[in-house]
């Protein structure tokens, strides 16, 4: 199993930048890659950004890129995700999920984080 506890979200103005933090524990061996989902209300969850565990690889969803970063740093077993320029379509609870070796599929989750931007 592995653990993952996100930190970091708030209330926001536009523009303004804002880091979450993910810190995973347990069987992290396991998995290949880090990914941080989003799902705002009434709607579904969807992919924000991911990166390989060694964080050469790194992909975004088409709306963030250009504002948000992920990265990995491996000797603390944590992945961030800088947000920038934050839009209030922005808002959301922020996921940070592992992606499990076994099926490549993000079968680890955290419990979520809120992150709030007003206009």
């Known amino acids: 199993q592995v653990q993952l506890v996100e930190s970091g979200g708030g209330l926001v103005q536009a523009g303004d930048s804002l880091r979450l933090s993910c810190a995973a524990s347990g069987r992290t061996f396991s998995t290949d890659a880090m990914g941080w989902f989003r799902q705002a209300p009434g709607k579904e969850r969807e992919f924000v950004a991911g990166?390989?565990?060694?964080?050469?690889?790194?992909y975004y969803a088409d709306s963030v890129k250009g504002r948000f970063t992920i990265s990995i740093d491996n000797a603390k077993n944590t992945v961030y995700l800088q947000m920038n320029s934050l839009k209030p379509e922005d808002t959301a609870t922020y996921y940070c999920?592992?992606?499990?070796?076994?099926?490549?599929?993000?079968?680890?989750w955290g419990q979520g984080t809120q992150v709030t931007v007003s206009s």
């Open positions: 990166a390989s565990r060694s964080g050469e690889t790194t």
């Open positions: 999920a592992a992606r499990y070796i076994a099926t490549s599929r993000y079968d680890y």
